[in-house]
């Protein structure tokens, strides 16, 4: 600072900083930025994956109280038979494009969980998602409910109008198909075989049986259809990757499926026995990847669990992403990488929600280079 006295500049011994001083200043401040910023991100990435578990408990113990009370797992979705919310079980197997049913939309079993106050809507969201999760199949009204480029069940365009599911408004959470059944309780003329309520008293080892698991933060992956006449969101589906050799698909049920053929004993394996890793996908497979993992009526070896997170930290093999978190039978949550589930094959040794033989081989590893064999 000077001071002007008479004509004379008298110093107050001090001074600006030089150019060369400020440039270190701020370069130090970049390596610092540089090695905190990168930490911090993780920690975010950290925080957001314990709040997608609290959310998944929430679930988990709203799931116990209606197992409880009902004595059985709901179904992942039932077709309602009026706008209320009922449903006949007789109503229950594969529905025509035409059927006016198909006006009410879907029961989620979400809806079963919250509709009486067991558990918030807002639990079957994870901040990871920007919305906090895929949004219904059928969104109805309100155009904040539909995500851009989406059609629902009628073919409705994104922000139409139309059936309106009994489900979370986001969900970013699927049920495991082999506990948290589809809704074909009832056989047709192309399946002789059909789903069943499960009992929480039948599931062996519940400790170690996968009850539901995050989806992946990418809409495009849980689409039956990608193309100009838009995507198709099937959030309302559980996922699975029991793999039926009979039929050769993943699930015991396919659109319009033949009849389940004799000759493998068990009948479900952990994805083919000759696909690498069960069909899972590497990541950088995935992110090129516009295929319909479920659905796919042109190619019936693309693993359900590709639809599974791998957006949280940690994992083992960097090739097959991060982790998500998993919800237990017995309640207990986990957070781990897709393929190391598979491994230890913890989405079930039965395929408990299908009637008639249902045994899982556990023995036998599936094409897994690099793993030991399991």
């Not at 998500?324 to 309640?331: H, K, L, P, Q, S």
């Amino acid at each position: 600072m000077n001071r002007q006295l008479k004509g004379q500049t008298v110093h107050t011994g001090r001074k600006a900083f030089t150019l060369i001083e400020v440039l270190v200043v701020i370069g130090i401040i970049a390596i610092l930025v540089a090695i905190l910023l990168p930490a911090l991100n993780e920690a975010r990435r950290d925080a957001r994956a314990v709040q997608c578990a609290a959310n998944l408990h929430h679930v988990s113990q709203a799931t116990a109280i209606y197992t409880s009370r009902f004595s059985r797992f709901p179904a992942s979705y039932l077709y309602a038979s009026d706008a209320r919310g009922n449903y006949k079980i007789s109503h229950q197997m594969q529905m025509a494009d035409d059927d006016p049913r198909k006006a009410h939309g879907y029961l989620h079993w979400s809806y079963f969980l919250y509709s009486d106050g067991r558990v918030d809507p807002k639990a079957f969201q994870c901040p990871e998602f920007s919305r906090g999760g895929m949004p219904r199949t059928n969104p109805g009204g309100d155009p904040n409910n539909w995500f851009p480029g989406q059609v629902n069940d009628q073919g409705a365009m994104h922000g139409g109008t139309g059936a309106e599911d009994k489900q979370a408004p986001f969900v970013a959470y699927a049920g495991n198909a082999g506990i948290i059944p589809r809704n074909k309780f009832q056989a047709s003329a192309s399946n002789t075989r059909k789903n069943v309520f499960v009992s929480p008293s039948a599931i062996r080892n519940a400790s170690s049986t996968i009850m539901a698991a995050e989806f992946a933060d990418k809409f495009e992956w849980v689409s039956i259809q990608y193309g100009d006449s838009g995507r198709l969101s099937k959030a309302h589906r559980p996922i699975s990757p029991l793999y039926d050799n009979r039929m050769g698909q993943y699930g015991p049920f396919g659109e319009g499926g033949a009849t389940a053929m004799p000759g493998f004993e068990p009948p479900f394996t952990y994805g083919p026995r000759n696909v690498p890793y069960g069909g899972l996908y590497t990541v950088d497979k995935l992110a090129t990847s516009i295929d319909s993992f479920i659905d796919d009526i042109n190619n019936s070896t693309l693993n359900p669990v590709n639809l599974v997170a791998r957006h949280h930290p940690g994992g083992g093999l960097k090739e097959f992403g991060g982790t998500a978190n998993f919800i237990y039978v017995d309640g207990h949550a986990e957070k781990k990488n897709i393929l190391d589930t598979l491994v230890k094959k913890e989405w079930g040794d039965r395929y408990y929600s299908v009637d008639a033989e249902n045994g899982v081989a556990m023995k036998r590893a599936f094409l897994a280079p690099g793993l030991a064999e399991n």
